[in-house]
């Protein structure tokens, strides 16, 4: 296997590549994985769905037929990712590989955490390895992934729900509901994957949110909060309940997004603030995926979704793109949903 051409392991990578843009951005980068039999057919596939989920390796290796399993020495894996050999919330990948007995791993790019070198380890164990056999795939997948790891910073998510005259909330102020119940639900499913999410005073005053997870019958599940704003909280909140009763709830009172984020002590974030606060991450460029929750219906006045954003001449805006990672409907109920990442 290790002496396909360059074509045949364009081709692999390519299949790995798909099956990891079927995973959910956020603490992880996208990593998906096949693998191949002596003929270069796929036998089995696996992405990585988030974390606390296994890897793709794992979960490639878990769709192996029986038949496959004991040929498992004439079985190659390519990862877009190098295997991971330390232990984290789910086991190391090399561990696998080496219980699976298979006989060669390929991986496009190296990993460039601290949790690099499986490959190596893998090959003092006997396997056949070759790496780095795509390096750019790891720019293609992950991209702001890379970015914030690079910078020593949370991944970041923005939440926004408007309507069709970019408003957040009426001119009285209130924004339940812009968006209807399945929006509301697909949110929910977003936050289970965050470990933190941050809001701004002025969305705490105005609409008192729980900021827990609400899905189908599954038990709420509190997420650690950072309140960004110098106003102290009305006592009656819910939030300012919740600190009372020593709950994570930390306040940041000074508005830079990097000393946000800072405070987060996660390496998932959720912006689920108002106009002022997702336009102070805009312009900082550290939002690196957003959401845009598009309701069919008009407001007029009202908190306009962009209000605090500075100008931009329409040469130069700030540009995002589709971002294909995830599998997410484009429709949900009456709603429509972007899911967006800033244009390189």
Same mark, same amino acid.
């Given at each position: 296997?290790?002496?396909?051409?360059?074509?045949?392991?364009?081709?692999?990578?390519?299949?790995?590549?798909?099956?990891?843009?079927?995973?959910?951005?956020?603490?992880?980068?996208?990593?998906?994985?096949?693998?191949?039999?002596?003929?270069?057919?796929?036998?089995?596939?696996?992405?990585?769905?988030?974390?606390?989920?296994?890897?793709?390796? +794992?979960?490639?290796?878990?769709?192996?037929?029986?038949?496959?399993?004991?040929?498992?020495?004439?079985?190659?894996?390519?990862?877009?990712?190098?295997?991971?050999?330390?232990?984290?919330?789910?086991?190391?990948?090399?561990?696998?590989?080496?219980?699976?007995?298979?006989?060669? +791993?390929?991986?496009?790019?190296?990993?460039?955490?601290?949790?690099?070198?499986?490959?190596?380890?893998?090959?003092?164990?006997?396997?056949?390895?070759?790496?780095? +056999?795509?390096?750019?795939?790891?720019?293609?997948?992950?991209?702001?992934?890379?970015?914030?790891?690079?910078?020593?910073?949370?991944?970041?998510?923005?939440?926004?729900?408007?309507?069709?005259?970019?408003?957040?909330?009426?001119?009285?102020?209130?924004?339940?509901?812009?968006?209807?119940?399945?929006?509301?639900?697909?949110?929910?499913?977003?936050?289970?994957?965050?470990?933190?999410?941050?809001?701004?005073?002025?969305?705490?005053?105005?609409?008192?949110?729980?900021?827990?997870?609400?899905?189908?019958?599954?038990?709420?599940?509190?997420?650690?909060? +950072?309140?960004?704003?110098?106003?102290?909280?009305?006592?009656?909140?819910?939030?300012?309940?919740?600190?009372?009763?020593?709950?994570?709830?930390?306040?940041?009172?000074?508005?830079?997004?990097?000393?946000?984020?800072?405070?987060?002590?996660?390496?998932?974030?959720?912006?689920?603030?108002?106009?002022?606060?997702?336009?102070?991450?805009?312009?900082?460029?550290?939002?690196?995926?957003?959401?845009?929750?598009?309701?069919?219906?008009?407001?007029?006045?009202?908190?306009?979704?962009?209000?605090?954003?500075?100008?931009?001449?329409?040469?130069?805006?700030?540009?995002?793109?589709?971002?294909?990672?995830?599998?997410?409907?484009?429709?949900?109920?009456?709603?429509?949903?972007?899911?967006?990442?800033?244009?390189?």
């Amino acid at each position: 296997m290790l002496a396909q051409n360059a074509s045949a392991w364009a081709a692999a990578i390519g299949a790995a590549e798909r099956e990891a843009l079927k995973g959910h951005r956020g603490a992880n980068p996208l990593v998906g994985a096949v693998i191949l039999a002596p003929g270069g057919e796929v036998v089995a596939s696996g992405f990585h769905r988030g974390a606390g989920h296994p890897h793709a390796e +794992v979960e490639a290796i878990s769709a192996l037929g029986p038949t496959w399993r004991e040929r498992a020495g004439e079985l190659t894996l390519v990862v877009t990712l190098e295997p991971c050999r330390l232990t984290g919330r789910t086991g190391p990948c090399v561990r696998a590989v080496l219980e699976a007995g298979l006989g060669a +791993v390929v991986y496009a790019a190296a990993d460039p955490t601290p949790n690099g070198g499986g490959g190596a380890e893998l090959a003092r164990a006997g396997v056949s390895v070759r790496g780095g +056999v795509d390096p750019a795939s790891a720019g293609r997948l992950n991209p702001r992934w890379s970015r914030a790891k690079a910078a020593g910073r949370p991944f970041v998510t923005a939440h926004l729900a408007q309507s069709l005259d970019a408003k957040v909330a009426d001119a009285a102020g209130r924004g339940r509901w812009i968006s209807g119940p399945e929006a509301r639900e697909h949110s929910h499913a977003v936050r289970a994957r965050v470990g933190t999410i941050v809001v701004g005073t002025g969305t705490v005053l105005a609409d008192d949110p729980a900021l827990t997870v609400r899905l189908g019958e599954e038990p709420e599940r509190a997420v650690p909060v +950072v309140i960004a704003g110098a106003s102290e909280l009305p006592a009656t909140l819910g939030l300012a309940r919740r600190a009372a009763a020593g709950a994570d709830v930390v306040r940041v009172r000074d508005h830079d997004p990097h000393v946000v984020l800072a405070a987060c002590g996660s390496n998932h974030v959720l912006l689920e603030g108002g106009p002022t606060l997702l336009a102070a991450f805009i312009e900082a460029d550290l939002v690196d995926e957003l959401f845009l929750y598009q309701a069919p219906l008009f407001l007029g006045p009202g908190v306009d979704s962009t209000a605090a954003l500075s100008p931009r001449p329409v040469g130069a805006p700030w540009r995002w793109a589709h971002d294909p990672a995830g599998d997410e409907p484009d429709r949900l109920g009456r709603d429509l949903l972007l899911h967006l990442s800033p244009a390189a």
